[in-house]
């Protein structure tokens, strides 16, 4: 076993510039980007369009694909020729365009072999009376085209009251849209296919952005999933343990709220965490709000001690080949 795989790997994110962004990815997750535009922390990611560089130890200076490709030992030794996951934090000071993702096959088809997109959300805040976008309210793909075809939006879209400690689970083919004032941890995986279905008419440098009609037509899934299958509260789960939100092929995600001092037992092939409130200490090392580390294979057990409150996420049994 190397030294790296004993050690946390701290990341520095990339931050992104996005019409609808804000400023508290700066303000309270530390973001060093300046503007008012700050739209996503792309805090755990080896995307080309996004990949994050180790702050620590060992492997300090490269970036996270760099250490999957070439120590493969620090992720259990995983099958696969791109790290699997991405965990991010979404500031939307203006609604998102309405988009869907699609599933593996089609992106591997029509996007050049990348993954497709499942992704979930975990919302970190939102005001009062808060609703997003999740489904729509077409009963057949005849009615879905029509609707799209014809900009009848009201008519189409679903919106679904949310609040503070919602998980939202969300699968290819579900149309949806982050609305102004959510903030929120999404783990996906290492996927940045969406497609736009409608945007609101929004210009940016003077122009629409680009729509993707007809790839969403093939994808989005009718009629759509109720939304009481994939939303739920998680805010008041037990503390000092490992509570897990939702496992499917691609990952696992749980919720750990440490009050004092807990044990966590590392057997994964890697542990993605985000600090999403307080701070502690795990082991001898000091860890905050806005900071994300990957916990590698064979660390064995981890003592965590403060408070504050984390997003892990691991690969699903699916990625593991199992």
């Given amino acids: 076993m190397s030294q790296g795989t004993k050690e946390l790997l701290f990341l520095d994110p990339v931050c992104t510039h996005n019409i609808w962004g804000g400023t508290r990815l700066r303000e309270e ?7 008012d535009d700050l739209g996503e922390c792309w805090g755990i990611s080896a995307h080309p369009n ?5 702050k620590n130890g060992t492997f300090a200076g490269l970036k996270l694909s760099q250490v999957w490709e070439n120590h493969p030992e620090v992720f259990g030794n995983l099958s696969g020729d791109r790290f699997p996951l991405m965990a991010k934090i979404i500031d939307a000071r203006d609604d998102l365009s309405i988009q869907v993702h699609p599933d593996d096959a089609y992106a591997r088809e029509h996007e050049n072999g990348s993954f497709g997109k499942t992704e979930c959300w975990y919302i970190l805040d939102a005001p009062e009376g808060s609703t997003l976008v999740f489904g729509h309210n077409a009963r057949t793909k005849e009615e879905l085209s029509s609707m799209v075809h014809e900009g009848r939006w009201t008519e189409f879209i679903r919106e679904i009251p949310v609040k503070k400690g919602d998980f939202i689970q969300i699968d290819p083919g579900t149309v949806h849209a982050i609305k102004g004032g959510l903030l929120l941890l999404e783990t996906q995986q290492n996927s940045d296919i969406t497609y736009r279905v409608y945007d609101y008419d929004r210009l940016q440098n003077g122009s629409p952005r ?13 009629p759509a ?7 739920r509260s ?4 037990p503390k000092n343990r490992m509570n897990e939100l939702y496992a499917c092929n691609y990952y696992k995600v749980f919720k750990i709220d440490v009050e004092g001092g807990m044990e966590l037992e590392q057997k994964y092939p890697f542990l993605m965490l985000s600090v999403v409130e307080g701070e502690g ?10 900071e994300h580390l990957i916990v590698p294979h064979g ?14 996420s691991t690969v699903g ?6």
């Fill in 281 to 290: 200490v795990m082991d001898d090392v000091p860890v905050k709000k806005g």
């Fill in 299 to 312: 660390y064995g057990r981890m003592r965590l001690q403060g408070n504050l409150s984390m997003i892990a």
């Fill in 234 to 237: 998680v805010l008041d789960l």
């Fill in 225 to 231: 999933k109720p939304a009481e299958e994939s939303v």
């Fill in 210 to 222: 680009e729509l993707h009609i007809e790839k969403s037509l093939d994808v989005i899934t009718v």
């Fill in 50 to 54: 996004g990949d994050g560089t180790v």
């Fill in 317 to 322: 049994e699916g990625t593991r080949g199992e």
């Fill in 29 to 35: 997750f530390g973001c060093g980007e300046a503007g």
